[in-house]
């Protein structure tokens, strides 16, 4: 690690102290991004990176509300608004026990870059709140999302910060947080993604991140000349990532073999096919179970419960090709990286945002394998919203074929930028680097054109 990435990630460590998930996501970035400033040493003075990691501004908020017993709850509600110079901030709100300040700040940061690699104009952002959707009824959730949004509307607009769903939050959440916005504000825009289809939302919009993994492995998979076809592939998760990435490895010919969500594994030797992966869409997006009902059904499947604490998560150690973390952050170690290696692995194609940690990377770089980023490989969710956004300018909806066409040719663009600016710093084949830097060009050179502000 080089003199300056040292002290400049001292100063973050200080500045933003107890906030691990972010600090790791800097380093990464930072590491990159450091021939960058080597080359360009414009970006240095300006003190680029060292702004962006800073976010324009971060709004938290007290979120109270009463339950169907009548019972009142506190949770905190977050807006980090990361970067704006390409775009009105734009970027998922998670809701689940363990998001806070730190974690949503990765996640905001994170986004500045996947969304400037779209190539679309959108700058970044994130929010969420601790509150825990497991088990609850569709009431005790409207009333959350209402709470929620009391506060959110008058920080948010179409054309200021739009928001969508991600871990905790799916079109239902997205429904009740549109519903009040448009009842505040009087008014009816595109300020939320992920809408239904009824009241502005785009098709392809709930597969697009799933669908964009997929294609991002194969494009990775294309630079040796292969093919999805008949190879092997772990997903972990079982929400909206995990279900489109399986659909979609099963429409270009590959096997599913594994499922998982926060208590456990499935693995399936015989492959997910399509209609056990209607059966996982059903348990989990309208009986909303867990997904060890997938063995009473799918006798010759077995259910492994995972242990958060172990050494190695068992997920990934089974014989494969291809791996698809779709589940959290920080989901794939060391050991499960050497895991994933000693199986065959080769592809690891990132659904989920910063699934693998920094060993865990150095890793899967040293062996060399076909390793994409959350960042570049995940961005078809985000690119999909984009595409959303545009609809509800235009007030025209596209055909489905047109999404996924503009979708697919998105995803090969952000594998070509990765390609490209990986040999021009000099590291041929390192996706992150690629992704990384490919992202921040862009960022970069427009605060430079926009002034210190
Ligand atoms: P969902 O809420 O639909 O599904 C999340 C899945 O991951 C569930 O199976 C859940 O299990 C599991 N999971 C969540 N937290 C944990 C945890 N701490 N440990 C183990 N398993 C966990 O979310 P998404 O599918 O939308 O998101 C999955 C990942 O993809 C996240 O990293 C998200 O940031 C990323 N992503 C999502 C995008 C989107 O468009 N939705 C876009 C780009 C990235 P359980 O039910 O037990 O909680
Ligand atoms: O992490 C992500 O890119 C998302 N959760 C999707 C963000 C969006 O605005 O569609």
């Not at 169907?68 to 775009?87: C, F, K, L, P, T």
């Not at 799933?210 to 008949?230: C, D, H, I, P, S």
């Not at 009986?287 to 172990?310: F, H, P, S």
Request: hydrophobic share 35%; aromatic share 8%.
């Amino acid at each position: 690690m080089s003199e300056y990435v040292k002290s400049l990630m001292a100063e973050v460590r200080a500045k933003h102290a107890a906030q691990p998930e972010f600090h790791q996501a800097v380093e990464e970035v930072a590491e990159s991004i450091d021939i960058v400033l080597d080359r360009h040493p414009e970006y240095r003075s300006a003190k680029i990176l060292e702004r962006i990691i800073e976010p324009e501004r971060v709004i938290i908020f007290r979120v109270p509300w009463i339950d169907d017993q009548g019972e009142v709850h506190i949770n905190i509600g977050y807006r980090i608004e990361m970067n704006s110079a390409i775009g009105p901030y734009k970027g998922g709100l998670r809701f689940h026990p363990s998001v806070n300040l730190g974690i949503l700040k990765f996640l905001a940061f994170e986004q500045v870059f996947k969304n400037s690699l779209t190539s679309l104009p959108m700058g970044g952002g994130k929010g969420g709140s601790d509150f825990d959707p497991k088990g609850k009824s569709d009431l005790k959730i409207m009333r959350f999302c209402h709470a929620f949004m009391s506060e959110l509307f008058r920080h948010i607009g179409p054309n200021t910060d739009v928001p969508a769903g991600d871990i905790g939050v799916g079109g239902r959440e997205i429904g009740y947080l549109f519903g009040l916005y448009k009842k505040l504000r009087n008014e009816f825009t595109g300020v939320l993604t992920g809408k239904g289809l009824n009241w502005g939302g785009s098709l392809i919009r709930p597969e697009a991140t799933g669908y964009g993994a997929v294609y991002f492995a194969a494009e990775m998979l294309g630079t040796k000349n292969e093919t999805l076809e008949g190879k092997t592939c772990l997903v972990s998760g079982s929400g909206n990532v995990a279900q489109y990435t399986t659909e979609k490895i099963l429409d270009l010919g590959g096997k599913v073999v594994t499922l998982s969500d926060s208590n456990g594994y499935i693995h399936d030797e015989e492959g997910i096919d399509r209609e056990k992966l209607a059966y996982v869409m059903e348990l989990k997006n309208v009986r909303r179970g867990r997904i060890k009902e997938y063995t009473d059904k799918y006798k010759n499947a077995v259910y492994t419960a995972i242990d958060a604490n172990a050494e190695f998560n068992p997920l990934w150690n089974h014989k494969a090709d291809c791996a698809f973390p779709s589940a959290t952050q920080n989901e794939i170690n060391a050991k499960d990286a050497q895991n994933l290696v000693k199986n065959g692995v080769y592809v690891v194609s990132e659904g989920a945002n910063m699934p693998t940690t920094p060993d865990g990377v150095e890793v899967l770089m040293d062996k060399k394998i076909l390793y994409g980023p959350g960042k570049a490989a995940n961005a078809g969710g985000v690119a999909v919203s984009g595409l959303e956004m545009s609809q509800n300018s235009q007030r025209l909806p596209w055909t489905r074929e047109e999404v996924d066409k503009r979708l697919q040719l998105i995803m090969k663009n952000i594998h070509g930028t990765c390609v490209e600016m990986a040999d021009r710093f000099g590291t041929p084949g390192n996706y992150v680097n690629g992704a990384n830097i490919g992202g921040f060009l862009k960022v970069a050179d427009s605060m430079i054109d926009q002034g210190v502000v």
